[in-house]
């Protein structure tokens, strides 16, 4: 068992990896469900570098990044601000000019000017926050290039739902800054204030004639901080509000984050259709591959041989009369060049797609293609009755195969284990080898195509190779049931 869920160890090694690669198509894109496919692995990096880097802690007041979130609340109090009147007043404005026709384009012209706004909060959230956002889809107005009216233009804009989203966002972030704002100024000057105060409390008794800093004070009695047990426990409330304001900042920015990844990014169906789009285009380019190849394997490969064997029984049928014997060696030869054109062509339709995948299924399929491999490899396949739709199938088939060809040629390995299972919705690929290690889908390099391959229907490659080995290939693919 602890091989068979010794994927999770890659989840855990890589959940960085799978957050930056996937995060924005998926986690964030499609309703979280990849990203809680893999918050395990983030959580568990996460607990590592608290563990590693707990001092750490202390520095975070002073830390860029604190204040870099700091900036970008104090910066967003004026813009929202500023943003929030000019919004509501072109379109108060504008929804009260639709009685006639210049309601249209003053409408038209506060939403295009909201889209410039979603501009500026994007490039201000990548540059304090290092919050990376696509801009939306663009205006598709239409007409010629060059040619559309400004008729064309404003429907386009009043069409268009990324305008109206940010629109809201303007409407939205404004009593969220404003809330923000008083919260992070508030804590922020509280908590440095009492952590200094044993520096500055001289000032009360100098210049304002008491004894310290006054907590209550009544016609009877006063309540300063003027001794120095209370200045030391003054001192120590500050620097616990000040050791958790970089906290509240964070928890405050996160708001902000998913405001502007929801409101000022693309839509999920723009998302979806740019994905989509991309994977078509890698569906194409991978199928005129593929022909190119069985052309290429065909042309000088069966074909070759084929056209050789034509002559070699042209040649014997003229030799037939003068020469029988010779003839006779002449046709056993071309019976020979019959029997390796036969099983080029039987590798070649095994290549596209094998007869025993069909009938049998991935066990047998995998079996077949592992008693090929120069490494002992040993096959578990964990199915059961059930089988996935030809289509997935097909490729988990071909990326095992592919991955034996690789550890036959690159790995140096001993031996190599091969692991297909199901959990829930998702048909799971694991191959380990022994080998030397330092396999990488970078580079243009055979993983990469395969990774694309995988991606074009929603799965995933991930590889943890280490230099020295072992290497762990694990690949997710959707389950369809056939």
């Known amino acids: 068992m602890a091989t068979r869920y010794g994927h999770y160890e890659a989840y855990e090694s890589y959940g960085d990896e799978y957050g930056e690669r996937y995060g924005e198509r998926y986690g964030e894109g499609f309703g979280g469900e990849y990203g809680d496919r893999y918050a395990a692995g983030h959580a568990y990096g996460d607990r590592e570098a608290r563990r590693r880097r707990l001092p750490a802690v202390l520095l975070e007041p002073v830390s860029g990044r604190h204040w870099r979130e700091l900036a970008y609340v104090l910066l967003g109090f004026p813009l929202s601000v500023t943003l929030f009147v000019f919004t509501v007043t072109m379109l108060s404005v504008g929804a009260g000019l639709l009685v006639t026709f210049l309601?249209?384009?003053?409408?038209?012209?506060?939403?295009?000017?909201?889209?410039?706004?979603?501009?500026?909060?994007?490039?201000?959230?990548?540059?304090l926050l290092g919050l990376q956002v696509?801009?939306?889809?663009?205006?598709?107005?239409?007409?010629?290039?060059?040619?559309a009216g400004p008729m064309a233009w404003m429907g386009a804009v009043l069409k268009s739902g990324s305008s109206w989203r940010?629109?809201?966002?303007?409407?939205?972030?404004?009593?969220?800054?404003?809330?923000?704002?008083?919260?992070?100024?508030t804590v922020?000057?509280?908590?440095?204030?009492?952590?200094?105060?044993?520096?500055?409390?001289?000032?009360?008794?100098?210049?304002?004639?008491?004894?310290?800093?006054?907590?209550?004070?009544?016609?009877?009695?006063?309540?300063?901080?003027?001794?120095?047990?209370?200045?030391?426990?003054t001192a120590s409330v500050g620097l616990l509000v000040t050791l958790a304001t970089p906290w509240i900042v964070r928890a405050l920015t996160?708001?902000?984050?998913?405001?502007?990844?929801?409101?000022?990014?693309?839509?999920?169906?723009?998302?979806?259709?740019?994905?989509?789009?991309?994977?078509?285009?890698?569906?194409?380019?991978?199928?005129?591959?593929?022909?190119?190849?069985?052309?290429?394997?065909?042309?000088?490969?069966?074909?070759?041989?084929?056209?050789?064997?034509?002559m070699d029984l042209g040649l014997a049928k003229e030799k037939l009369r003068e020469d029988p014997q010779g003839a006779a060696r002449m046709v056993g030869e071309a019976h020979g060049e019959v029997k390796t054109a036969l099983q080029e062509l039987r590798d070649l339709a095994r290549g596209i797609h094998p007869a025993v995948l069909t009938d049998r299924g991935l066990d047998a399929a995998l079996s077949a293609v592992a008693s090929r491999c120069t490494v002992p490899v040993r096959v578990e396949v964990d199915l059961g009755a059930a089988r996935p739709v030809a289509a997935i199938e097909g490729i988990a088939y071909f990326?095992?195969?592919?991955?034996?060809?690789?550890?036959?040629?690159?790995?140096?390995?001993?031996?190599?284990?091969v692991e297909v299972w199901r959990t829930e919705d998702r048909l799971m690929v694991q191959v380990v080898d022994d080998g030397v290690g330092g396999a990488r889908l970078s580079g243009g390099s055979g993983l990469a195509g395969l990774a694309e391959r995988l991606d074009a229907v929603d799965g995933v490659l991930v590889v943890d190779s280490p230099a020295g080995g072992p290497t762990r290939v694990v690949a997710e693919l959707p389950w369809r049931a056939a």
């Open 188 to 233: 922020w000057t509280f908590g440095w204030a009492m952590l200094t105060y044993p520096l500055w409390c001289w000032v009360f008794p100098m210049y304002g004639g008491q004894d310290g800093l006054q907590l209550y004070g009544d016609g009877h009695h006063q309540v300063y901080l003027d001794n120095p047990f209370e200045i030391t426990v």
């Open 103 to 127: 309601g249209i384009p003053v409408l038209a012209a506060g939403l295009a000017a909201c889209r410039g706004f979603g501009a500026l909060e994007r490039a201000r959230a990548r540059g």
């Open 254 to 310: 996160t708001v902000d984050r998913l405001l502007v990844h929801g409101l000022l990014g693309p839509s999920r169906l723009a998302s979806r259709v740019v994905e989509l789009e991309s994977d078509r285009g890698v569906v194409v380019d991978t199928a005129a591959a593929d022909l190119r190849r069985i052309e290429r394997d065909l042309h000088d490969g069966a074909q070759a041989r084929l056209v050789a064997l034509a």
């Open 399 to 417: 990326t095992v195969s592919e991955l034996l060809q690789n550890v036959s040629k690159h790995s140096g390995a001993r031996s190599v284990s």
């Open 166 to 185: 940010h629109a809201l966002f303007v409407l939205v972030q404004f009593p969220w800054a404003v809330f923000s704002f008083c919260v992070t100024v």
């Open 134 to 147: 696509r801009a939306p889809e663009p205006l598709r107005v239409p007409g010629r290039a060059g040619r």
